[in-house]
DNA sequence: TTCCACCATGGAAACGTTTCCACGCGACGG
DNA sequence: CCGTCGCGTGGAAACGTTTCCATGGTGGAA
């Protein structure tokens, strides 16, 4: 309740005085510090977040928007991105698409209408009316994980194409020859990145390249164990299964069960996205480690270069792979 | 980058006119509508939500401060919660305490400083300055899941009472009388009153009383493991584990798989608070069904009941058991 | 001693809204 | 035909900051 008029006058100085101390813009005398500051506390004051950001232009906040927060991969980032954006004293306003073009939409307009200054965005799918607007305003941008068809925009994500390369390896090392691969939406550059990966690199690490062991989904629980029990039904029987994300790989999980009892029948299970239960489950779950923190801070740090001015390197962080098979 | 004042010269009207129109606040007629609006669009306007804010003294914008985002009690809740708010009219600002308690106050002090409306908070302990502060300025705030001590504010969680019932009643149905307590601190009244519950309600149940069985982590995984570790290592031998949150659970799992075998000695395991994958963990795990969900909703309404001037009703959210012990 | 430069200071202006107030006009009733 | 009522309107004021500008004072250099 009590604003910058009151401290100044209850400090003795002049408006522009306390404002100065307040915001530590300009050189103040040691004794008027002292009395604002001192002021400052006995009211309680707090500055008017709003009135300032009215102000300067600026609101020294940043967006950040996912597809879905119940995503573990999401909230992991979401966490890093805040702490990091705290460290450099921007605030992170966090807004949740649902995985629903309309409500991205809606939360990119809430974006723009409170002024963010900078905004990190996982894309749904094609580019929107408001990402276009936000464009238009000059407001910088990286991207989260998925690219934009047509926009050129930083982009901060996994090395896909290096994952898929670590379960090759390792299918290849244990020996798997009939591998079943639950796969995403090839609308999305995630999807489409990892199966072409993965279709490309088989032949070369001793992988049948036969067609009925590959379906899609549609990178969720229910979509992928729909397209595993399609592939049980053609009749092969694959000793290993590569699942394209986390999602996927849980939704081939329970329809392996449903199939085969609760050690799948001996299949292997390969992920791409470790979750750390992946070592409870069973049958225990290799993964490929998708270090989503290292991509929230790349992100957030590439956003703060665009911010200063200098431009953004994108970045493809490197993935690791968490070996969990029984070995004998 | 266009103002309310560009619209209203583009249109040919005058700035009230175009505000009148833009907030829909007051009758104006059909043609200057129209043309307003024509106008707004054709500009791309779109308001200036602090300085909507400054003149409004309000933003309708409401915090949710829970300690831990990554924790999927919390990022389920969260999700709800920002469907609610956003469905009515409300923008959810969402900060994380990552469990420290000056991270918790710095949060506050954003929010604060970005005058939200009203607060949903997740306590990490005690009161403090800053929650004293808010509650001086009068910011309407309900409480989630835990309660601080000497604070009287609406409280929305799980009914704890009920949930622990619902264990006791199936450990006695699975006829277990050895059964291992790993609780959480006392110092959190989810902590005390779980621990309450089931140790006054043990007895009754036909379980053994032996206090060896019983220990106590923080509510996180490795301080769970630690106390299962120091559990068995008293030389009880129990048929069955119950771990007083989600965390613990999973502490108790790891602990009890080291020392038993990934089928951890044929113990089972009982939780309070459910994920998904305990359906595909071995051993299977039952749990009590934290509606975290129902606890955003009903915090949120109680939160806007408070902005209507009327007074919220703290909630007590019932579990329910999902029971996935194995059947002969 | 005198001037100049510089620094701290007080207050006005500005940021983009909403809302209040006063005004003009048309319609309706007397 | 005139008074009144009400509705739509334009513009000024206000919200709480920061920043610009002018001013006064002080220290050092000449």
Redesign the interface.
């Known amino acids: 309740?009590a604003t910058i008029k009151d401290v100044a006058a209850r400090a003795g100085v002049g408006l522009g005085t306390a404002s100065r101390v307040l915001s530590g813009s300009a050189q103040t005398s040691p004794s008027s510090r002292e009395r604002v500051l001192a002021a400052a506390a006995e009211l309680?004051y707090?500055?008017?977040?709003?009135?300032r950001?009215?102000r300067r232009a600026r609101?020294d906040a940043l967006g950040l928007l996912v597809s879905?927060?119940?995503n573990?991969f999401f909230?992991?980032l979401?966490?890093a991105a805040?702490?990091e954006a705290?460290a450099h004293g921007y605030?992170l306003?966090?807004?949740?698409a649902?995985e629903d073009a309309d409500q991205a939409d809606?939360a990119l307009?809430?974006f723009?209408?409170?002024?963010i200054d900078g905004l990190l965005l996982s894309p749904q799918g094609p580019a929107t009316p408001q990402l276009a607007?936000l464009l238009?305003?000059a407001v910088p941008i990286v991207l989260l994980n998925r690219r934009i068809e047509g926009v050129d925009l930083p982009f901060y994500g996994t090395d896909n194409e290096q994952g898929v390369g670590l379960v090759l390896d390792w299918l290849q090392e244990r020996g798997h020859r009939d591998v079943a691969y639950v796969g995403g939406p090839q609308t999305m550059s995630t999807g489409a990145e990892r199966a072409r990966a993965y279709l490309g690199g088989r032949a070369a690490h001793g992988i049948a390249t036969d067609d009925a062991l590959v379906d899609a989904g549609d990178f969720t629980t229910d979509g992928a164990a729909a397209a595993m029990l399609r592939i049980l039904d053609r009749g092969v029987r694959p000793t290993a299964v590569f699942g394209a994300n986390g999602a996927t790989t849980?939704g081939a999980?329970?329809a392996l069960?449903e199939r085969l009892g609760?050690d799948a029948g001996g299949v292997e299970v390969v992920s791409f996205d470790d979750?750390?239960?992946f070592a409870?489950?069973?049958p225990a779950i290799t993964a490929v480690r998708n270090d989503a923190a290292a991509i929230g801070v790349g992100a957030v740090q590439g956003l703060l270069a665009l911010l200063r001015g200098e431009d953004a390197t994108s970045q493809r962080i490197a993935t690791e792979l968490v070996d969990r098979a029984a070995r004998s």
């Open positions: 309740m309680g707090v500055a008017h977040g709003p009135a950001s009215l609101t879905d927060i119940r573990p909230s992991e979401a966490h805040e702490q705290r605030a306003l966090l807004a949740n649902n809606d307009r809430t723009a209408s409170q002024r607007s238009a305003r849980v999980l329970r069960r609760a979750f750390d239960w409870y489950a069973s």
